[in-house]
């Protein structure tokens, strides 16, 4: 029995995933109204905060689900370079100019958000 168990049977690898992200968003959400900020905790529902893997299976369940998330941020990344490279301004006078600049200056900034997730 894993260390840190009482006996009941721990939460599956994609529920304690699951159960993070909720954390996750309910915390970026709810501080805010009360004026501050949160520290996101980390870790799954086993001893000390870490993951518990039952079994290989649920590791290569763990594996795939990220592989997954690692190709679509990579497919994004690829959809943004393509788009960067069709931005121009919707005409030649100043205003038009400055919006297209601004276009440009946002999806680079995703295109770094973007690798930086890759990382």
Same mark, same amino acid.
Request: proline share 10%; hydrophobic share 30%.
């Given at each position: 029995m894993p260390e840190g168990n009482s006996g009941e049977q721990a939460p599956s690898v994609d529920q304690q995933v699951d159960a993070q992200v909720v954390v996750a968003k309910v915390i970026k959400v709810? @501080? /805010?109204?009360?004026?501050?900020? =949160?520290?996101? /905790?980390? !870790?799954? !529902?086993? =001893?000390? !905060?870490?993951? =518990?893997i039952a079994s290989v299976a649920d590791l290569d369940g763990l594996? =795939?689900?990220?592989?997954?998330?690692?190709?679509?941020i990579d497919d994004? !990344?690829?959809?943004?370079?393509?788009?960067?490279r069709l931005i121009? @301004?919707?005409a030649g006078d100043q205003p038009s100019r400055t919006q297209g600049r601004r276009l440009l200056r946002g999806c680079g900034?995703?295109?770094r958000h973007?690798?930086?997730s890759r990382e």
């Open positions: 709810i @501080p /805010p109204f009360f004026g501050g900020g =949160a520290d996101l /905790p980390v !870790g799954g !529902g086993g =001893a000390g !905060g870490h993951y =518990a594996i =795939a689900r990220w592989e997954q998330r690692r190709d679509k994004n !990344g690829k959809t943004l370079d393509r788009i960067i121009e @301004p919707p900034g995703d295109l973007s690798h930086l």
